[in-house]
Structure formats: structure tokens, C-alpha cells
């Protein structure tokens, strides 16, 4: 972390910060990847070019999109499917698809559209190679692609109010990078400044996607209209994002990778202990802060879900969006410190869900502080791995405390402490959480409860004298190394373990997706059950060839009206 | 068959696992099999040996009784015990060497020395009957394959290094050698169930909206 700014204020402590009732509450920011994307296509002014688009007038076909940085291409290469209704799942179990998609690593030949063609539309049933940087694909939103087809055919442009209410045309079921399915491993690309940050390549992968789903509505249209088709209107356009629909593969994601995990919680929270110091907010600021609010509540009032908990969020969310307005009409921002004070009163005024969008939206007016530590959310510390075996267990001891001080005293044998087990099912390999209890599947249950685990080994440490190693204790007990192993890790990586019961009858998993999905950017979270999510990536984004840098970053605030 | 080395640390994990490894010695398995393959060794069927031999099922009969000055055991050890307890005990190597007796897939201990190599920050060189190997904690000089089990092995700072193997970011392993950690591997798989199918994973609500 870079220790240049002087914060007078602390981060916020990691036993508040990672409980997943406010990792659950998390919402995007300044930080987020999709930005941190679209802000630097704009700053390098990448080119973009189309030179395949051969769909059909069913709808099938292949299309090609490149994007063009400073000393590379990526190319987007999509295939177009006629997906009958029945197979429209967007389960990992699904076996086809309304489109599907690889990021190739440059321009591809014939000969690699060729290949690609043969493999990419069965996704986890094909093989892609190493010029490959990610695999995904993606199902219509029939309600809304028949609207916008129809309507554009008809001449007419489609209906915003219909538009707001999906947000999407299409969503994506998985985008794959990292080596999966033959791909190219994150290595390759890690080096690059242009994939450095995290899930670069998957986000200009949706990015594209997004820009071939407005073509392919457009050709759908026309070969329903004819000549009488309408174009459709670009500032209609700019609000159809890229959905996304997201079950529990992404929870253990988060519990696999502390280091990484840590270092995105890490540098918003660094974000937001600076801007929390800063003394005075000039009128610059406080003008660009109120703006981005007022602009924000138009987005909000778009965001629907019928799950009843993100229903009562959502509510809570709009008292808490008056009650910053009259904070804000009362106590402005004139005083010392503002962006502390307006924190500190978040804490007992708001909800969860009030308290970190306000956390996020102080950034705003602070990219010069925050933006720079886009930089520190990569994992490049593969040596934290490594065990430090000489380490006597009485530290040990104190570095399990440090974390899970809450876990050691409950009855984890108690059925409401470990009511769930995460498994992973042998069709397609789908991560899944059962009922410990009722179903066969402890024999199969995955290390995604390290707090039950620290637990364990903090017992099986009890006997074990002070001056004893670390290596001495895990040559009798393999069983707790991957919990020494945390348990190390979090001494450079405070934010990187949950401080809650991932097994527990009231685990909600959405809460870990949706902490995940809003370091991407995402918004509009929609909870279909407790363990599912659809979300909206790039709503309000400018297109490729729209991208300047005055619209590549405050995108996600729409403008108030169309 | 071209796999890319995320693929071989994942399958080298789960097979592990599925062997009846602890979590935390297949996570290291994992990385130790993609290590070994990143230097053109063939990683996957070293642990496809080390796995068909058992020793999960008796784990205390092939680890060392005590860190004395011989690390032997009652059986043959296992580089996924002695592998991490080099690692672990990496400091040892300050003062003089570490040397164990009957090692089976000694190749395994390959990765751990280098882990240890990197945390004493220096090269260490690794003895295996008439074979040696030196790594300075990224690359590794040695032979292009190793024996199933070596008599006696010692691990010291290196004096030379000769030049590194070529590293490589894909892995070619056989496919029979794939197909038995993908076997172990299935072990850790619950078989589907109705009930898991419908509530598992899903939301339960139609897709088709």
C-alpha cells in the first residue's frame, strides 16, 4: 500500500469491516474494475474496430471485436446461437447458449475463428488455448430483447421505462479467465499495465459484449423490419448494460483467495480513511459530491428485486438517501473534517446499505487520492503462501485470536453453527451448499469454514507448549495447515478473512457475491434466492466508439434525464 | 494434451485431497505439481505415482518420528509430509544440511526446496543418490527426470548452479497419468442428488424471463 498521503484518520477496523451482513451492503466505487477499464481505454485512447460481423438472418452467426491499446489487441470473438426456450438456464449446468464468447489475446486468423468456432459454443465442453484470456457466454432477457426487436422493427424506439426496469439485453451466466479450460494463465498477462489490476481481461470481455448485443438487436430488428426499421437511439442505448447472473461459484472465491480478497477491502478502506482526512472540502469538491448524489438516486430508483431481503435493503436505502439529504441541508459540509463527520454520523443514523454508499460516494471527488491505489489490488505476493514454520506456537495462538477471537467460544457442534457444507457436485463440477444434516454430503465438504477451522486448530493447540514451532505442530497435525496457513497470511492481509459463520443456518451466500460483484462495478443487485444474484454491469457506460475522457469514468451516475 | 498450469494446480489439489491428503497439503501438492511442470518436469506423473501408492491411508508410517538429524521413517517418507516440513524448517539450512533416508516421487521435494531457498535467500542444492539438482528459489538445474524413489537425500547450500531448465507456461502430461488424478480428484465430487440439483446451487426460478 502506498504510504505517501498522511491519514489522520484509521482504516476502518477488518472485525467491523468483514462481517457479511456489510460485505453484503457493499457497493461500487471509484475503484472498481470496470472503471478503473473504461478510465484507462479513455486515457490511452484505444481504437476499436468490427471487421467480422456475419450473423444470419436467424440470428446465428460469428462476429468479431478488437480493441486496440497503446501496445496491444484483444479481440472479442462471439458466436450467435438459436437457442430454443426450454434450454435457456443460467445454471452452470446449462449446456447452450443464446451467444457465447472468447477473448483472444490479438487478432485473430481465420484459422483461430475457425478452431474457436468448434470449441467456444460448448464452453466447459470445449478447450480453447493459450492465445485465449477468457471463456464466456451469455442468454437474452426475452422480455426485453422481444421489446427492443419489435419496437425497433415497428420503427418506433423502445420504451425506457421497460428498459430501466431489466436494465440488460442479455446476461452472462460465467465469464472463465485464469487458465481455465486451456486458456491462457493470468501470468501471461499479469506483467501488462493494461491487466495488471484484476479481472481486466473479463471486463473488457464484457465490455464487448455488450457493444455486439446492441449490434445484433439492431440486425435482429432490421431483418424483422426491413426497411422501415428504426436505429436505435443512442442515448436509449447507453442505458441497456450487460447483466450478469451469478450462483455460488463466486462465494468460495472470495474464501480462496485471502491475499487478493484483502487487497481490494484494503484499498477502499484506505481510500476512505484518506478522504476521511482530509480537513477542508473545497467547493469543487462539495459541488461534485452533491451532484453525484442527486445522480445517484436516479439509479437507485431503477434498481428492483422482488427478494424480500433486498427488498426491506432497498427500502432502508431510500430512508437512508432522505436522511443524508437533511443531514447535508442542515450540517452541509463546511465544517472540519466533513467526510469524517458525515461517516461518523452514518454509523448509528443509516443502514448497512446507507453506510457503505456513503462510503463509496465520498470518494467521488477524490480521484487524485484514491485512484492510485488501483495499483495495489492485484496478488503478486505468491510467497505469502509459504508457511514461516520457525514461528513458536504462542504466536501462532495470537495471530488466530487476532482474526477469529469471536469463533473461538462457540459451540461449533451445535447443529445452527454448522447447519450448511459447501460441496462441490461431480455435474460440471458445480459449487454448491447443502444441509449438513440432511443430505450426504459432509464427505465431500470444501475449507470454506475457516473460522470453524481456526477454531479446531486453536483447540488442537491448547496443549502444545509456547516455545514449540509452527513446523514441530504441523508435522503431527497436516489437518490444520491450511488454517496456519491463514492464519499467517492475515498478519499482511487483515481484510482478507470473513469474520462471520460461513456454515451457520443463516448464512446468506449473496453476501459474498454480491462483495465480490461490486468491486467489479456492479449494481442493481437482484437476489433470486439466498444463494443467487443478477446484478447490471456497464448500464449508462459510453460504446467504444462513444468513449472519451469525459464520460469514461462517472458513467455509472446517470445523468438526470434522457 | 496442452493444459495451461491453473489447470494443473487445480487437478493436482482435488486429486490430493481425493487421496485423503489434508486441505493444506493439497493446496501445496497443487502448487508443487504447477512448479515442477513450469520447469518442463513432468509433475503430473510424479504425483500420479505418489498418489496410487496409499500412503494417505497411514500417513503417520511415512513421516519423520522426530526432526533429528535423519529424517526417516517406518516406511517410505512422503515428499507431501517431508516437502513442507522442509519448507518449514528452512532455517535448519543455515548451520548445516537436512537428510532423509527412503524418499518415494523425491521430485516433489523439488518445489519445497525452492520455497526454502527462497526464504533463506540463497540456492540450495538437493542430492538424490547419484543425481543433484540446484535451485535458487525460481529456477532449477537438474536432470529431465527423477527416480520413483531415491535411497538418500540431502539438501544443503549450493556451491554452483549450472544452467537453469527453460521454464515453460503450459504443461504436456500423459494422458493416462491425467486421467488417474483426475480419478482421485473425483473422489472429492458429491454425487448429484434431485434435491441438491434443484436447491444447491440455484435459485429455483425460471431463466427463461
Redesign the interface.
Known amino acids: 500500500m502506498e504510504a505517501q498521503t498522511q491519514t489522520r484518520i484509521e482504516r476502518r477496523a477488518p472485525a467491523n469491516v468483514m462481517r457479511l451482513s456489510r460485505l453484503g451492503s457493499f457497493h461500487q466505487c471509484r475503484l472498481s474494475f470496470m472503471r478503473q477499464l473504461t478510465r484507462r481505454m479513455a486515457r490511452e485512447n484505444w481504437s476499436f474496430s468490427r471487421p467480422v460481423f456475419d450473423i444470419d438472418d436467424t440470428g446465428v452467426g460469428t462476429a468479431v471485436y478488437t480493441a486496440q491499446g497503446p501496445d496491444r489487441a484483444y479481440s472479442l470473438v462471439a458466436f450467435a446461437h438459436d437457442l430454443p426456450?426450454?434450454k435457456?438456464?443460467?445454471?452452470?449446468?446449462a449446456d447452450a447458449w443464446d451467444a457465447t464468447f472468447a477473448l483472444f489475446d490479438g487478432v485473430p486468423t481465420k484459422a483461430d475463428i475457425e478452431r474457436l468456432s468448434q470449441n467456444v459454443p460448448l464452453q466447459e465442453a470445449g478447450r480453447v488455448?493459450?492465445s485465449e484470456l477468457s471463456l464466456s457466454r451469455a442468454?437474452r432477457?426475452?422480455?426485453l430483447w422481444e421489446h427492443v426487436v419489435d419496437a425497433l422493427a415497428a420503427g418506433q424506439q423502445p420504451d425506457l421505462d421497460q428498459i430501466y426496469q431489466v436494465g440488460y439485453l442479455m446476461r452472462t451466466t460465467a465469464v472463465y479467465g485464469?487458465?481455465?479450460?486451456?486458456?491462457?494463465?493470468?501470468?501471461?498477462v499479469a506483467g501488462r499495465s493494461e491487466t495488471q489490476a484484476p479481472f481486466q481481461v473479463e471486463m473488457l470481455s464484457v465490455y464487448l459484449t455488450r457493444t455486439f448485443v446492441r449490434d445484433l438487436v439492431q440486425h435482429m430488428a432490421a431483418v424483422k423490419g426491413g426497411d422501415h426499421t428504426a436505429k436505435l437511439d443512442p442515448d436509449i442505448a447507453r442505458w441497456l448494460g450487460i447483466g450478469n447472473?451469478t450462483?455460488?461459484?463466486m462465494a468460495p472465491f472470495i474464501v480462496n483467495h485471502p491475499v487478493l480478497f484483502n487487497n481490494w477491502v484494503m484499498a477502499r478502506e484506505e481510500a476512505l480513511a484518506r478522504v476521511r482526512s482530509v480537513e477542508t472540502a473545497s467547493p469543487a469538491e462539495i459541488d461534485k459530491f452533491q451532484e453525484l448524489f442527486q445522480r445517484s438516486q436516479l439509479s437507485i430508483s431503477w434498481w428492483r428485486s422482488e427478494h424480500p431481503i433486498q427488498v426491506s435493503k432497498l427500502a432502508e436505502l431510500n430512508a437512508d438517501l432522505r436522511a443524508i439529504s437533511s443531514y447535508l441541508a442542515t450540517n452541509g459540509l463546511a465544517e472540519a473534517y466533513p467526510w469524517d463527520a458525515l461517516i461518523n454520523w452514518s454509523e448509528t443514523a443509516l443502514s448497512q446499505e446507507g453506510q457503505e454508499y456513503l462510503a463509496s460516494l465520498i470518494l467521488e471527488p477524490y480521484g487524485d487520492l484514491v485512484d492510485g491505489l488501483a495499483s495495489c489490488m492485484a496478488d503478486s505476493r505468491s510467497?505469502a503462501?509459504?508457511?514461516d514454520?520457525?514461528m513458536p506456537i504462542e504466536q501462532i495462538r495470537e495471530l488466530i485470536r487476532d482474526t477469529h477471537d469471536w469463533a473461538l467460544h462457540l459451540d461449533w457442534a451445535a447443529p445452527e453453527n454448522c447447519a450448511r457444507a459447501w460441496?462441490?457436485?461431480?455435474?460440471k463440477?458445480?459449487?454448491?451448499?447443502?444441509e449438513r444434516f440432511e443430505?450426504?454430503?459432509e464427505?465431500?465438504e470444501q475449507?470454506l469454514a475457516p473460522a470453524r477451522d481456526a477454531a479446531a486448530a486453536y483447540s488442537a493447540l491448547s496443549d502444545w507448549e509456547d516455545t514449540k514451532?509452527?513446523?514441530?505442530f504441523?508435522?503431527r497435525h497436516?489437518?490444520?495447515?491450511?488454517?496456519?496457513?491463514r492464519a499467517q497470511v492475515a498478519r499482511t492481509a487483515p481484510y482478507g478473512e470473513i469474520r462471520d459463520n460461513t456454515i451457520s443456518d443463516k448464512v446468506l451466500p449473496i453476501d459474498m457475491l454480491r462483495a465480490k460483484l461490486s468491486f467489479f462495478g456492479a449494481t442493481h443487485f437482484d437476489p433470486?434466492?439466498d444463494?443467487?444474484v443478477r446484478i447490471c454491469m456497464y448500464s449508462g457506460a459510453p460504446y467504444p466508439e462513444e468513449l472519451t475522457s469525459e464520460n469514461a469514468d462517472l458513467w455509472v451516475y446517470p445523468q438526470a434525464t434522457v | 494434451m496442452?493444459?495451461?498450469?491453473?489447470?494443473i494446480e487445480a487437478t493436482a489439489k482435488r486429486a490430493t485431497r481425493g487421496a485423503g491428503?489434508?486441505?493444506?497439503?493439497a493446496?501445496?501438492a497443487g502448487?508443487a505439481t504447477r512448479w515442477l511442470c513450469a520447469q518442463g518436469l513432468d509433475g503430473v506423473e510424479t504425483l500420479a505415482r505418489l498418489l496410487a501408492l496409499g500412503f494417505a491411508n497411514d500417513?503417520a508410517s511415512h513421516?519423520?518420528q522426530d526432526?533429528d538429524e535423519l529424517w526417516h521413517a517406518e516406511g517410505d517418507l512422503c515428499p507431501l509430509?517431508v516437502g513442507?516440513?522442509l519448507?518449514?524448517?528452512?532455517?535448519f539450512l543455515d548451520t548445516g544440511s537436512i537428510q532423509m533416508q527412503r524418499v518415494a516421487a523425491p521430485a516433489l521435494l523439488l518445489p519445497f526446496a525452492s520455497?526454502a531457498a527462497?526464504?533463506q535467500k540463497c540456492a540450495l542444492q538437493i542430492e538424490f543418490d547419484d543425481m543433484k539438482a540446484v535451485t535458487d528459489g525460481t529456477r532449477l538445474s537438474s536432470p529431465g527426470s527423477f527416480p520413483e524413489k531415491a535411497q538418500g537425500v540431502t539438501i544443503s547450500k549450493a556451491t554452483t548452479q549450472s544452467l537453469p531448465r527453460e521454464q515453460q507456461?503450459?504443461a504436456h502430461p500423459n494422458s493416462d497419468d491425467w486421467a488417474v488424478l483426475n480419478q482421485f480428484a473425483?473422489r472429492?465430487?458429491?454425487?448429484?442428488?434431485e434435491?441438491?440439483?434443484l436447491?444447491?446451487?440455484?435459485?429455483?426460478?425460471s431463466?427463461?424471463?
Do not use: C
Open positions: 426456450p426450454e435457456r438456464s443460467d445454471r452452470v449446468i488455448s493459450e442468454n432477457s426475452v422480455r485464469s487458465g481455465k479450460f486451456g486458456a491462457a494463465d493470468r501470468e501471461k447472473s450462483g455460488l461459484g510467497e503462501f509459504v508457511i514454520g520457525k460441496y462441490v457436485s461431480e455435474e463440477l458445480e459449487p454448491r451448499m447443502g443430505e450426504p454430503i464427505d465431500y475449507p514451532t509452527v513446523a514441530e504441523l508435522l497436516p489437518e490444520h495447515r491450511h488454517t496456519i496457513r433470486r434466492s444463494r443467487w | 496442452n493444459l495451461s498450469l491453473n489447470e491428503y489434508s486441505w493444506g497439503q493446496e501445496e502448487k500417513p513421516r519423520p526432526l509430509s513442507p516440513l519448507s518449514d524448517t528452512a532455517q520455497n527462497r526464504i507456461t503450459r473425483h472429492t465430487y458429491a454425487p448429484a442428488t434435491e441438491s440439483r436447491l444447491g446451487a440455484g435459485s429455483g426460478l431463466d427463461n424471463d
